[in-house]
């Protein structure tokens, strides 16, 4: 973490895809409460570590330990910018006929998916 609360957020989904998101301290808690009450099967890291042994998702440990090691070099090597977080904007979305404007984040880019494949599909509880 930088040292002006900048925190790397990222959303691993059980097949290894994921999206990413830079937020402040207060941008972290909602994004962290948003994934665990939307996002139930989902992995969560923050700042390149698991967020919380409840937010494993459908991961298992092996798969948790080989993003953690993914993420942690990215964060060592500098390879993304925590020198601010996102700010919260307007945001704009379409669908048919309709337009819906509200304040908040950008929806959250893709990232690199995670190579964990070698697995079946784990079931939905």
Same mark, same amino acid.
């Given at each position: 973490?930088?040292?002006?609360?900048?925190?790397?957020?990222?959303?691993?989904?059980?097949?290894?895809?994921?999206? !990413?998101?830079?937020?402040?301290?207060?941008?972290?808690?909602? !994004?962290?409460?948003?994934?665990?009450?939307?996002?139930?099967?989902?992995?969560?890291?923050?700042?390149?570590?698991?967020?919380?042994?409840?937010?494993?998702?459908?991961?298992?440990?092996?798969? %948790?330990? %080989? %993003?953690?090691?993914?993420?942690?070099?990215?964060?060592e090597r500098g390879l993304h910018d925590l020198s601010r977080p996102e700010?919260?904007?307007?945001?704009?979305?379409?669908?048919?006929?309709?337009?819906?404007?509200w304040m908040g984040y950008r929806p959250e880019p893709n990232?690199?998916?995670?190579? %964990?494949?070698?697995?079946?599909?784990?079931?939905?509880?």
């Amino acid at each position: 973490m930088a040292g002006n609360n900048a925190h790397y957020l990222v959303r691993v989904y059980p097949d290894g895809s994921a999206k !990413w998101a830079i937020r402040d301290e207060a941008g972290m808690q909602s !994004w962290l409460e948003y994934n665990r009450e939307n996002r139930w099967g989902n992995a969560l890291f923050v700042d390149g570590k698991l967020a919380s042994p409840k937010d494993k998702g459908q991961l298992t440990a092996e798969e %948790i330990a %080989i %993003i953690e090691a993914a993420l942690t070099d990215e964060l060592e090597r500098g390879l993304h910018d925590l020198s601010r977080p996102e700010p919260i904007m307007r945001q704009v979305e379409y669908f048919g006929g309709l337009k819906d404007t509200w304040m908040g984040y950008r929806p959250e880019p893709n990232r690199a998916a995670f190579d %964990i494949h070698d697995r079946a599909p784990s079931p939905i509880p």
